[in-house]
């Protein structure tokens, strides 16, 4: 088991030295890398404060504990996703747009939103199996608020029959981990296709994928289908 936080004589809690930065990013940065890798059991201290260059004892003063740690790595990410979410909430009240423009700007957003932390999905997948508090958090956190603030639209798209009918929350699931867990092994696609260094290039390529697997595209309306008509006969001129 791992010792407990001891006190540094001189120094309080929360505070680096008089000329020392602020490592807390960096600890925090280490600290997700670790609990996605490892899980939050296997996780320590030490690693952490290894991976991120700093005295294990900083980690103590920083934050407290490890627990504290991982409350401070969600705290972050939750703030991270606050612009997403927000967006999300605002293409709601977007009435003259079209619903189907709306719904891939959605998952557009949420696809930038995984693509900012390419970690994500392992940190998902690993704190998943371990079950208990540290998933209930992450799930309040992080997947919850992003749950609520897609599914009105997602419901709007249903009744445009713009996305078929189907259970709302499996999609969001099956979606969310199939991208996430995609950026963060995406190493693994070099082994049967096209290399992945192209960041850019994947990104584009993953929205593609979620609009034609994800969207009824007998549903576009007349001017969508007259452009793709533009599009086609302006192929064959060239």
Known sequence: MEKACKPIAGRQPGRPGKDEPDRAPLLLRAAQTSFASLGFR???????????????????????????????????????????????????????????????ATFRQLIAAIFGEPECGLLFARISSERGKHLDL?????????????????????????????????????????????????????????DFHDFDRLKEDMSH?????????????ASGIQLRKQQKQSGRDH
């Open 138 to 194: 992450l799930v309040e956190k992080l997947l919850r608020p992003a749950y609520d603030a897609l599914y009105p639209l997602l419901v709007e798209a249903v009744e445009a029959e713009v996305i078929r009918k189907q259970r709302l929350d499996l999609l969001y699931f099956m979606t969310l981990n199939a991208l996430a867990m995609s950026v963060s092994s995406r190493h693994v696609l070099g082994y049967f296709g096209e």
């Open 42 to 104: 296997a996780a320590t201290v030490r690693g952490i404060a290894a991976a991120a260059g700093v005295d294990h004892t900083l980690v103590c003063h920083r934050f407290g504990s490890k627990e504290a740690l991982w409350n401070a790595v969600i705290e972050q990410q939750s703030l991270y996703l606050a612009p997403f979410i927000a967006k999300l909430k605002s293409l709601q009240s977007e009435r003259e747009v079209p619903i189907r423009v709306q719904i891939e």
């Open 209 to 221: 994928f979620v609009i034609v697997n994800f969207f009824d595209n007998e549903s576009l309306d």
